[in-house]
């Protein structure tokens, strides 16, 4: 049975920082590329980041890029998400996502086959 359980949301104000990990029980979680995305009340499921299975190619939604940073850790089956300089309009649920390797970055929710339960992220004063 494959889980990925994601942790660290929560209430923060603007321009706070917060850091979600996600583990994943995955038996050869090395190779999988991992992705996160988040959908707000009323709106789509939408990609915020990928990390490559190797961890050597990242990718990263427009509206997050230099604010957030996506990192992974094999030997604990980990990978997490840095968010910085957080504003009202990243308020949304957070999931992360499992897909076996592929030689690209998937952005796209239908190419992933495994995702967590989410953790509700909240950015108000």
């Known amino acids: 049975q494959v889980q990925l359980v994601e942790s660290g949301g929560g209430l923060v104000q603007p321009g706070g920082s917060l850091r979600l990990s996600c583990v994943a029980s995955l038996r050869t979680f090395s190779g999988y590329t991992m992705g996160w995305f988040r959908q707000a009340p009323g709106k789509g499921r939408e990609f915020v980041a990928v990390i490559t299975w190797s961890g050597t190619s990242t990718n990263y939604a427009a509206s997050v890029k230099d604010r957030f940073t996506v990192s992974r850790d094999n030997a604990a089956n980990t990978v997490n998400l840095q968010m910085n300089s957080l504003k009202p309009e990243d308020t949304a649920v957070y999931y992360c996502?499992?897909?076996?390797?592929?030689?690209?970055?998937?952005?796209?929710?239908?190419?992933?086959?495994?995702w967590g339960q989410g953790t509700q992220v909240t950015v108000s004063s």
């Open positions: 996502a499992a897909r076996y390797g592929v030689p690209w970055v998937p952005t796209a929710p239908s190419e992933y086959t495994y």
